[in-house]
């Protein structure tokens, strides 16, 4: 496997922000996506980008507020707004070697070990 690695996770206030970075090293993948696991939950899906197209999704919760993007060399970030203690958790970066079902954890090849992100009240 590919070793992906996330950073930017930190501790903020309500409606702070955070921008996460996920790093692939040695390959392009055909897409990037980012999990989260709060607490005690499962684990989710958060937003998924494709490196060709560019074609973007977003869980309902993300949507106006977080933003995926690519940046150069294998990067990719996922800006995140207005944030809310809810949105507390391990963030996971995650790689398709071709472009699936965006939100299906077992079509995912490579996961990053994550970043904790805490949002206080």
């Known amino acids: 496997q590919v070793p992906l690695v996330e950073s930017g996770g930190g501790s903020v206030q309500t409606g702070g922000s955070l921008r996460l970075s996920c790093a692939a090293s040695g390959r392009t993948w055909s897409s990037y996506a980012w999990f989260r696991q709060a607490p005690g939950k499962e684990r989710e899906f958060v937003a998924r980008i494709t490196w060709g197209g560019g074609s973007i999704f977003y869980a309902d919760f993300a949507k106006g507020r977080f933003t995926i993007s690519r940046g150069i060399k294998n990067i990719v970030y996922l800006q995140m707004n207005s944030l809310k203690p809810e949105d507390t958790g391990v963030y996971y970066c995650?790689?398709?070697?071709?472009?699936?079902?965006?939100?299906?954890?077992?079509?995912?090849?490579?996961w990053g070990q994550g970043t904790q992100v805490t949002v206080s009240s």
């Open positions: 995650a790689t398709q070697s071709y472009v699936g079902t965006y939100n299906d954890e077992g079509q995912y090849d490579s």
